[in-house]
């Protein structure tokens, strides 16, 4: 029986397609948009933008560092970058396909940024990240939760399960 999903760790926008507003209780901003290769790479952009036009509204001049990254190793040397000079009421929003925003997200709280201080928009949720209980290879497929997937690491077959990790960034795969 899937559990009701708002009582388990999988982020709603990992899900379904998100579009929140920008977080404008902070002082300061990284926003990271991923692009390159991804048909979505247009809706991340344009949510970056809305959420500028937003802090700009709100906070005239507040200058917020905008990235717009191709892939996982952008995004992670340019938060890396911004934390090492982040300040009290800095904020990191980033857009994109979910499978990618779980695996920033998990850099992120790795380096203490809470959760409140991270806001995501999903710009496709199809494609999911499969952490093996087994051998801890990863797998990247198009699965649904309580879904199967053969493992890269081990071949077991793993069901999803509707549970997400905040270290690794990636849905538990389990063998049936």
Do not use: K
Request: with cysteine; charged share 20%.
């Amino acid at each position: 029986m899937r559990p009701a999903i708002e009582f388990t760790s999988v982020p709603t926008w990992a899900l379904a397609r998100t579009r929140p507003d920008a977080d404008l209780s902070g002082r300061y901003w990284t926003v990271i948009a991923f692009g390159g290769g991804d048909p979505h790479a247009d809706d991340a952009a344009e949510i970056a933008a809305g959420w500028i036009a937003q802090i700009d509204a709100v906070h005239p001049g507040a200058a917020p560092r905008v990235h717009r990254v191709s892939d996982d190793v952008a995004a992670r040397d340019a938060l890396t970058a911004d934390l090492a000079t982040a300040l009290v009421g800095w904020r990191l929003m980033i857009a994109g396909p979910a499978d990618a925003c779980l695996r920033l997200r998990a850099r992120a709280v790795r380096h203490h940024v809470g959760d409140d201080e991270i806001t995501v928009a999903s710009t496709d949720v199809v494609d999911r990240d499969v952490h093996c209980a087994h051998c801890r290879a990863v797998t990247r497929a198009v699965v649904e939760i309580e879904g199967v997937v053969a493992c890269v690491g081990c071949g077991r077959s793993l069901v999803v399960h509707a549970h997400v990790s905040r270290r690794i960034g990636a849905h538990l795969g389990v063998m049936t």
